[in-house]
């Protein structure tokens, strides 16, 4: 250890005296006691009710000071919930700040990771101004936004990186310097031991590697996966041993993998100064796996370690507590007294105390003040009826909460407004300031809680303006995969942010050939082929788009999205929504799916995915035209979004659009392609040809079906069209391939109960859909596990046999 400081000596006298190094270890001496208290006090506040929950990094302050040493401006971190040091000695955090999130503080100013929508110690730096737009991400320290699915910020942490060798060797990109400093910035991972046990940690390791992409992953192992020990967890009890085969050799590329121990303050700082300093030149990726880590607190609030950890390892995580060794430290190499360092230690405790008085008072007074408002609103009525009691009960029972909250608050309103006496005078304008008050109590807190799902930026799709496919008599007739891949190539001519990346994307263009060629006029960097990893391809983009870049995230089924779900649903779903409005991620999700052969491959599983990834746009479109038309109205936007191409459509012939690359296709604005008047059909993707067919055949029996077309499933119908159909047919069916239960009755609750259109049915709505199992192989078991045109036609035709059994005898029964 005191060879470092000598080291420290030499190499720094031009820059660094001896008296500033000392000071600069005072420094971080004191951090890891601020971040010591910040735990210890955030546990009392837990434990005396002023906040819900706390998990706390506790044990792991030496080493994230050590890291944040080698961490710039233009970096960015992809984070664990113990990384509370880290945030406080890169500067992205402040103990006030710390309280306010552990209150769950829904200002912004106050809370700016996440405004009140996550648990303590979930960061996140704002990336955009207030109007969407993006800041400076090279004059600012970033970290993505934390999520609690153990290893989940995994798949995004490997796109942060790739963001970075995508900056530096495409030179067009070097054109946007608010982005990248030419791909210097280094991607930072950090995850607990025991959650390298999951797939996640895995894929990206592997995809890492092979890709050869600056990402810095630490891992904190204190030898535990809350009570189960890593004997259970990691092959050897050691990552960095299991990881070996990994490791940078003469066979090959790989990783550096560097081990120190989490107390060892001096071996800490060296390591990761010279392992990130060459993971940023070289672009190669560096694993710390930072081994006699302890947590002196225990997991979290929700229980004691003491339970399962033995009297034994417990006395040892007390001597090798980082703080207390780093203290001997200091004290060994005479860089500061015993007094000294008690006076940090007790500035620090001072600092913490005082940010959690500021942050409780920033946080409880507005609730105060509004519970005082609304009493003082109910106190100035009166009135001698026996209701009066209860509404007395009622205010006296929320006068005596010593911390209230909103909720105690709004729920009394609601009570109170139960009892008011609907025939006394002096309680008539009560009763409509209480009605008032609900109303904007609603609205205010809509915006804490609620907001920003989607983009509530100028860009959000609903903004973009129409523009309809343009046609000529020189317009060819083609493959439906054809006018997505001219399609393409306008797109990458006018978006230079703009690449894709899948398997079979680059060098064949695509399974469907849809890419045909783009690999060859773009390059690899831009057009690229992945390895069979769907959770990674999605994290690639979620990364990159964090960065700037406009990546099309190519899963080549439907069925196989499956694997990257999770990753979907907690992370990029609930971006923009976690950090009420501070980043964005506007990926675009590209799959194909229905109507192929057997069980994996039919991919119609659209109500396991909508009811997942709610704040991700879902487009299904019918043929190539509109699904081209998505992906120039998304470019447009700013919102992420997920397009299911019809599988059986590519070599379907359809008319080549003059405006390639400008026309697009309106979300949420189903479309009427047959008008009727005796009932509406409603369906969506490779659906459509098949209701066609059943309109042909009912239009035989004098039945006059208006068939529509939804289009995207979210949003879904924005201008109720669908209602308007009803009103005029007074008669539903919702159809689709998806289970029973499954989209189609999405697509009913939608119309009947948000629409209110269920005032308008003379028949009982009905839906049609494949088979609680999954599709048979074959065209037989395909006809006989999903709905055909027979199937729509039988039930519609039913439907009005029962307004009309004389005009619709009976045909399958007697």
């Not at 590697?209 to 092959?235: C, E, H």
């Not at 100035?380 to 909460?401: M, Q």
């Not at 039919?602 to 043929?623: A, E, Q």
């Not at 009727?676 to 029996?701: M, N």
Request: overall charge negative; glycine content about 8%; aromatic content about 10%.
């Amino acid at each position: 250890m005191s060879e470092m400081v000598k080291e420290d000596k030499e190499t720094k006298k031009e820059n660094l005296s001896f008296n500033d190094f000392t000071i600069e270890v005072l420094e971080d001496y004191r951090i890891a006691n601020v971040s010591r208290q910040l735990s210890i006090w955030g546990r009392k506040e837990v434990l005396t009710g002023k906040a819900k929950f706390g998990i706390f990094g506790d044990g792991k302050e030496v080493a994230q000071i050590a890291m944040a040493k080698a961490y710039n401006n233009g970096d960015w971190r992809s984070g664990y919930y113990r990384d509370q040091t880290f945030m406080l000695a890169s500067g992205m955090l402040s103990s006030e700040e710390f309280f306010a999130q552990l209150f769950g503080e829904t200002k912004l100013d106050k809370n700016p990771a996440n405004g009140g929508r996550l648990m303590n110690n979930h960061y996140a730096s704002r990336s955009l101004n207030e109007d969407g737009s993006w800041k400076n991400l090279t004059n600012q320290k970033n970290s993505s936004a934390d999520i609690s699915p153990t290893a989940g910020q995994m798949p995004r942490l490997l796109g942060l990186a790739y963001a970075s060798k995508m900056f530096r060797q495409n030179k067009e990109l070097h054109n946007f310097p608010e982005f990248s400093d030419k791909g210097n910035e280094v991607a930072f991972g950090t995850i607990g031991d025991s959650s390298t046990s999951e797939g996640h940690f895995w894929e990206t390791i592997n995809a890492a590697g092979v890709l050869q992409v600056p990402m810095a992953m630490s891992v904190w192992d204190d030898g535990w996966g809350i009570s189960v020990p890593n004997k259970f967890q990691t092959t050897k009890s050691n990552i960095s041993e299991v990881l070996k085969g990994f490791e940078k050799d003469e066979n090959g590329d790989g990783y550096l993998i560097y081990q120190a121990k989490g107390w060892d303050y001096a071996s800490l700082c060296k390591m990761y100064m010279e392992g990130v300093e060459f993971c940023r030149k070289n672009h190669v990726p560096v694993l710390f796996h930072v081994t006699e880590m302890t947590q002196p607190l225990g997991h979290s609030t929700s229980g004691s370690h003491e339970r399962y950890k033995t009297k034994e390892r417990l006395d040892w995580e007390n001597e090798y507590d980082p703080i207390k060794k780093m203290r001997e430290w200091i004290l060994s190499l005479e860089l500061a007294t015993e007094e000294t360092l008690d006076e940090v230690e007790n500035t620090a405790l001072e600092e913490v105390k005082t940010a959690r008085k500021a942050a409780w008072k920033s946080f409880s007074e507005p609730i105060m003040e509004e519970r005082d408002a609304l009493i003082e609103l109910v106190k100035n009525a009166g009135c001698d009826c026996k209701k009066t009691e209860r509404i007395d009960k009622i205010v006296n029972d929320l006068k005596k909460l010593i911390h209230p909250v909103r909720k105690d608050n709004f729920t009394a309103a609601k009570k109170i407004l139960r009892y008011i006496c609907s025939t006394c005078d002096s309680f008539k304008p009560l009763k409509s300031q209480l009605q008032l008050w609900l109303k904007n109590s609603l609205e205010e807190n809509h915006e804490r809680y609620s907001s920003h799902l989607y983009s509530e930026t100028d860009l959000r799709v609903q903004n973009i303006k129409t523009c309809d496919p343009v046609y000529s008599e020189e317009s060819k007739i083609v493959n439906g995969r054809e006018v997505l891949r001219d399609n393409f190539d306008k797109l990458f001519s006018k978006y230079p942010l703009l690449l894709t990346f899948g398997e079979d994307t680059g060098f064949i263009g695509g399974v469907n050939q849809s890419l045909e060629g783009m690999q060859k006029k773009y390059g690899e960097l831009r057009v690229t082929d992945t390895g069979i990893r769907e959770s990674t391809i999605l994290g690639q983009g979620i990364g990159l788009a964090l960065r700037g870049l406009r990546p099309i995230a190519e899963i080549q089924y439907f069925d196989y999205l499956l694997y990257a779900l999770q990753t979907m649903s907690d992370d990029l779903a609930t971006l923009q929504y976690r950090t009420k409005g501070g980043q964005k991620a506007p990926v675009i999700i590209r799959t194909r799916g229905h109507r192929l052969e057997g069980i994996w491959h039919s991919g119609s599983p659209l109500s396991m995915v909508i009811n997942s990834i709610r704040g991700i746009h879902v487009c299904v479109p019918r043929d190539m035209t509109k699904a081209a038309g998505f992906y120039n109205t998304l470019l447009e936007s700013d919102e992420p979004a997920l397009v299911i191409e019809p599988l059986n459509g590519y070599r379907l012939k359809e008319k080549m659009p003059d405006n390639l690359g400008e026309f697009n296709t309106p979300l949420g604005i189903p479309e009427v392609l047959e008008e009727g008047t005796d009932i509406t059909l409603v369906t969506y993707g490779s659906c459509v040809r098949i209701a066609e067919d059943a309109v042909k055949q009912l239009k035989d029996f004098n039945i006059s079906v208006e068939l529509i077309d939804v289009q995207t499933l979210l949003p879904f119908d924005i201008n109720s069209r669908i209602l308007e159909s009803v009103k005029k047919t007074n008669r539903i069916v919702f159809f689709d391939e998806d289970v029973p239960g499954g989209a189609t009755a999405f697509m009913m609750q939608k119309v009947l109960e948000d629409q209110n259109a269920y005032y308008h049915l003379d028949s009982e709505p009905r839906t049609i859909t494949a088979k609680d199992h999954r599709p048979a192989y074959g065209t037989d078991g395909d006809y006989f596990s999903n709905p055909n045109a027979e199937d729509v036609f039988e039930i519609i035709y039913d439907i009005m046999r029962e307004s009309n059994p004389q005009k619709f005898p009976s045909i399958y029964t007697n």
